[in-house]
């Protein structure tokens, strides 16, 4: 049986080209010395970016399908970004301008939650003893010993009232439903923004959004070094070889204009795969039509892992993350304004510019709808006079308090009905609505990775006796570490690279805020105001 292994002068298939893919491609250059003639990266998607997208016009209205925060101590994604040169001044990192932006627009929300119209006090999170308790319990509690229990069977229906979960849930669109093991997770990889977690302080944001930040220069990045960029090529099978304790890829199955196709590996080929997707089927409407839910496509990246899974017990179960789309979608929405109103009454309103709030959360939404406003321009080719925000609604199938019908069967111009009735503003805002543009997106596996899961659930980023492959994305174990950032893709990356050449390099630390008494003793104190 062959056991020859990748090296830095294998050729190297990606497939798919969202976040994970990317930084795998840069680490295969950067650290494994491999050159970019030799990567291919695959996607079925007419854009790279994954998830981190950004797309339209001012004339057409703008798309954002979510938005990622970024953190001081995201150490493999600031790595992975120091070396890329940002795309208006290449004599700086993006790194070095994600920090200076934000050292310049600081984040600190004064308008975190609204109830009534009204601003919510944040200053104590309102939690009793037992819930303390109960938080303190879980932190402590491990993982394999919370199984696949949800977060509704570890708390009191009390707790789900208290400012903390109203602040929680939606920061990081946690439901009742979702994983207890992976709110544990969280709550120990960012114990030590607790204290400030009321305000959103310490969150990093990018200049522009993501797309245009950070997945362009990667973009630009990797194909000045040569790296092969497969666009509208869905990958669709993969072959494998399985002899004794060896496991090797040996083809890829894609589709083209051509029709179906395969793509032999040679001896010493490496193959990286980007398993499942938090953003497949995602629809858009328009101001007169709702967004439509699509199923599961065919050739999409769930039915790939789904075919990968059926060869080997180890490459996962992807059922247990897409087959509950009633309990892993929710819906966004971009809207672009031709004036400053909104804006201005916005900044007014909450006390905060443009860019250094955040989420802005109406409690009493039924939707359990919020709103950010970034900093402006929030797209490379935005005009000054032109103004884009992005909401979301956790709950789209619950009747409007004021359309009074799903958020999932509203059109642009019903949600902003809706929004601007919650604000108290439908009047201010009435006349200008012919010039409003709102997309509403339907995202029916936007939650998935947070579906409740078992161990093996989530394969290992190389499992057991893989001679050429590893696997990337969302939902691949990667210890200690939270689903649902940039920093989950960037670090199965490293471990994929690092692992598949034998690198004499580590994948960066988590950071562990949890063995820190002062950073414990600050959080608990938090917990008690």
Known sequence: MNTTHPDKDS???????????????????????????????FDGAAVSGGALDGSGSAEEGYLIRGGRMHEEHFVCTWDLLSDIPSLDDPTVSVKEEIFAFNREVVSGSHARLLRGGEKMDVSSYGLSKHDTFDLLRLTMSSEESLGAKRIEEWFSPEFFETVYWLLWSTTFAFQRWSSLAEMRRYAVRFIHLLPGFNQLKGILRTYYNQYDTVVLPIETWLRQHGVHFMLNTPVIDIDFEMVGTDKRATAIHYLSPAGDQKLAL????????????????AATGSMTSPAPFLPKSETGAWALWERIAAKDAAFGRPQTFCEHPDKSKWMSFTVTLKDPTFFEYMESFTGNQAGTGGLVTITDSNWFMSVVLAHQPHFRNQPDDVFVFWGDGLLPDAPGNYVRKPMSACCGREILVELFSHLGIMAMMQPGMEKISCVPCMMPYIDSQFMPRTAGDRPQVIPPDAANFAFLGQFVEVPNDCVFTVEYSVRCAQTAVFGLLGLDREVSPVYRGDHDIKVLLAALNALRR
Not at 21 to 34: D, K, P, Q, T
Not at 266 to 281: F, H, I, K, Q, Y
């Open 11 to 41: 050729r190297f298939s990606i497939v798919g080209g969202g976040i994970a893919g990317l930084a795998s491609a840069v680490y295969l250059i950067r650290e494994g010395g491999c050159s970019g003639s030799n990567i291919t990266i």
């Open 266 to 281: 040679a001896e010493g080929d490496g193959l990286l795969v980007t398993l499942g997707s938090m953003v497949e089927s």
